[in-house]
């Protein structure tokens, strides 16, 4: 083993997805040594549904991620619901804390971008690193570092394994979750767990200014046949191309036993020929993945871990949406770590950073409480079709669906619906 001593630094940034890079933007931005160890090589993709709900682009925002339209930003102006006989175009709320549109970008080029954005910062960012576990102090059982080997670009071993050390290592490794689970932080299954597939397909509807979202599919005409489990979406990237993909929420992480790619093709069969979903103008395979939600790996800080994006399991039971709070968590994180590299005891450090799950739970515990009940009532498509078809005519309930669905809602002052939400999410025992 190769102990490169020379390149510690003040935080260890496990995954180069966007709650590691936003992590380690902000470390670095804050004067922090920062070293970034990535698996795969950039461009690389990611299985998601591309979608950036207003949240997520005011965390962009906040970052100073140029997102003008020129530089291959596409812009949406709400959600387009189709379900229950109605087909509803529903604006994003007009906030003060939210910009009033979304965005949709490939993540073979979203997740280059925070990545350049993090080493333009000063992040040192070493791809093909496959973290291979966690290094303990001997005394204590604390995080001190990581182990990694250097990876060729189809995952073969390429190199000496090395050491790489910190004071606080940021786990961003995906829903695999390595580092927390060699610390024995394992998932809770009492915990929603999504599942979703996608693909992509060039299509006149590339352009498209709405994000799309399918409440019911159909095994063949609606209301002609059986009514297939989960919920569709189409986001338009703006390049010739559009995201097409579905997924399905269940209550606990038990296993499911549906054929989601077997149910995709159903689907496609079934949609109209001029969208151009067809094999010909399918780009890449039918590609899944699972959604870790509501916190569902705890705690979020232990002994010089921080757990960040879907390794936490922060995921919204609500849209399936990952990105925001992926990014939030890692600008919190990032902020408890410098505070905390500021303080000059020990004692005072580590609290410093154990602020970081208490403010994770302040900010979404609630939301994903309220999350975890919604799923339990959307999870049976037959409930869920009543729902669509009775609740979807009505303004006022779409308006305090559609906020919280995206959870771009005032969290403090706002209308009565947003007082109604941050109400709730206040009352409820907080995930």
Request: glycine residues 10%.
């Amino acid at each position: 083993m190769v102990n490169r001593r020379d390149d510690d630094a003040d935080v260890i940034v496990v995954g180069a997805g966007p709650a590691g890079a936003t992590a380690a933007h902000y470390c670095a931005q804050a004067g922090l040594s920062v070293i970034v160890l990535e698996k795969a090589r950039f461009p690389r993709d990611k299985i998601c549904g591309d979608g950036l709900t207003p949240r997520a682009v005011s965390e962009l925002v906040t970052m100073g991620v140029p997102i003008r339209e020129k530089d291959g930003w596409i812009r949406n102006q709400g959600l387009r619901v189709i379900g229950g006989g109605h087909r509803l175009e529903l604006p994003w709320p007009e906030l003060a804390s939210y910009p009033s549109y979304g965005m949709a970008r490939a993540r073979t080029s979203f997740d280059q971008i925070l990545a350049e954005h993090a080493r333009a910062t000063g992040a040192k960012i070493l791809e093909g690193m496959n973290v291979t576990g966690p290094v303990l102090d001997e005394r204590t059982g604390r995080v001190v570092g990581v182990t990694a080997r250097p990876v060729d670009e189809q995952g073969r071993r390429a190199g000496e394994e090395q050491t790489f050390r910190a004071p606080v290592v940021v786990a961003a490794d995906g829903v695999s979750a390595r580092l927390a689970t060699a610390l024995g932080i394992e998932k809770r299954n009492d915990r929603p767990m999504g599942v979703a597939v996608r693909t992509y397909f060039e299509s006149p509807r590339h352009d498209d200014s709405w994000m799309e979202s399918h409440l019911e599919l159909w095994e063949g005409k609606p209301n002609e046949s059986a009514l297939l489990p989960g919920y569709g979406w189409i986001f338009a990237l703006g390049d010739g191309t559009v995201n097409v993909g579905l997924g399905s929420v269940s209550s606990s992480a038990a296993a499911t036993k549906i054929d989601y790619k077997q149910l995709f093709a159903t689907w496609m069969r079934n949609v109209p020929e001029e969208w151009g979903f067809t094999e010909e103008n399918q780009r890449g395979k039918v590609r899944g993945a699972a959604l870790p939600m509501a916190f569902n790996r705890k705690p979020l800080y232990d002994r010089g871990l921080m757990l960040v994006g879907d390794a936490g399991g922060m995921v919204s039971p609500f849209n399936g949406e990952g990105i925001a709070y992926a990014m939030q968590a890692a600008r919190v994180a990032a902020d408890t770590i410098a505070q905390s590299r500021a303080r000059t005891t020990a004692s005072s450090r580590e609290a410093a950073l154990r602020r970081y799950p208490e403010i994770m739970r302040q900010d979404l515990g609630g939301y994903y409480t309220l999350g975890k009940y919604f799923v339990k009532i959307i999870e049976h498509p037959q409930i869920m079709r009543l729902c669509t078809r009775y609740g979807l005519p009505r303004p006022l309930l779409m308006k305090f669906t559609v906020k919280l669905l995206s959870d771009c809602y005032e969290p403090r002052g706002g209308d009565l619906v947003d007082r109604v939400i941050s109400g709730l999410t206040k009352i409820v025992p907080a995930a």
